[in-house]
């Protein structure tokens, strides 16, 4: 078996070719074009499956030998990072809390990898209130896979604890996307490719209390200890309808997706009604949420609990001309104004009124024409019936937004670019230029007809 870090020629028909990545030599249950075990059921979490079904035992399903490694020291994380060199790929997973604060507040980190040549499975539990995580940049940055299941959160709290991004990333969840699983989790995947069904956890629980308990310790590692596995058993499949560069392109945007927080002054975009806001109003909504976005992102805690939104609001609609006058507008709590808050909350109020032209953010979203409204519908329509046809993911394929960017002929849309333009952009360019239409073939199933021609062909 290759593993991820390892550049593999494959032939991938719509795919592409020569493309490297996580592949699989197919001796899982039911093999590299199954989506799955082809015989009996899940097994519990940290057993392995007897082989007895077509292509004996999966790789993936193979368990963590011995408990956990739990890391609380310098010189114990120094040796892991030493043991995790060389290895093509690693899963990771953290545990983290942001409830209260601006900054997600980082409680564990778990890693996941394989001994050679021996093959031998490892699991370890960095504890970051106990050592300084920051040293995994070391790992991060090496030419090794991640491999990680719905990964977004947990690249936001790496680049904050450890200040880097791993060199490449291997998403199970964007990849089992394109076998037609839509926002599957890590439970029902494991389940469904490898036959092990994981310890269900307290998803309620609190990762900041020490000392962990036995089954928050179980939990954490179940985390990891199959992702290895999972992601092989996917990318065989991936590779088996070649779709597998279409996953690593989706995980390399996803990687590539900035992580910084919100700029302060786009922070009013995110208020409910800011739609409402007119005049000199958005000025000072956006001045205001700036100090307010500022204020927290120093304190480390919520926006909401230096100012509430309805008080922003109110500010922004019937601007306080005084700071008694501040003191009685809606919303406002005694606790939002401790300190220096009033001075600065009045201050951010002249600011907004004396914005200059010009100095307005205001989100770059464009009303739809209404003559664009008819080709919008029935391009979402088709997406739908091709998600099913082609058994990928509908948000993965298109979602409205980038229809709408599409047709509208937007810079950059995603549907012109990538794996999409061929299965997505191309037929719905057809379709807007009149070139194609749709019809039901008379089993409720959409087919893309090719109207110069008079012959019709379907999504499929």
Known sequence: MAALGERVSTSE??????TGGLVSDGTGPGGPSSGGPSS?????????PDGTGPGGPSLGARALVGPPEIVTTKDGLASLIDRLEGSPEYALDTEFHRERTYWPRLALVQL????????????ALVDPLAVDPEPLSQVLARPSVMVAHAATQDLEVL?????????????????????GYGSASLTSLTERFLRVRLTKGDRLTDWSRRP???????????????????????????????????????????????????????AWWKL????????VSRGIAQEVAAWREEKARTLDIQPRMVLADLALLS???????TVPALRETRGIDARHLRGNAEEEIMAAVAKGKALPPGSLRLAQTQPMSKELRPAVTLATAWVAQLSRDEEVDAALLATRTDVVDFLSGKPAARLGEGWRAGLVGAPLRRLANGEASLALDGHGRLLLEDRLRGQHRSVS
């Open 40 to 48: 009996g059921g899940p097994v519990p979490d940290g057993t392995v």
């Open 159 to 179: 680049a904050h604890a450890c200040g880097v991004l791993p060199s490449h990333l291997f998403d199970t969840q964007i990849a089992a996307g394109f076998l």
């Open 272 to 279: 409910r009604d800011n739609r409402h806001l007119q005049g």
């Open 13 to 18: 028909g719509a795919g592409g070719t020569n």
């Open 112 to 123: 996941a990898w394989r001994s050679k040549p021996e093959g031998q499975q490892h699991v």
């Open 315 to 321: 500010i922004a609609h019937s601007p306080p001309a």
């Open 212 to 266: 962990l308990t036995p089954s928050q310790i179980s939990y954490a590692a179940s985390d990891v200890t199959h992702l290895l596995g999972l992601a092989h058993e996917i990318s065989a499949q991936l590779v088996a309808r070649g779709r597998l560069s279409w996953a690593e392109e989706e995980c390399a945007t996803l990687l590539a997706r900035p992580q910084n927080p919100v700029d302060p002054h786009e």
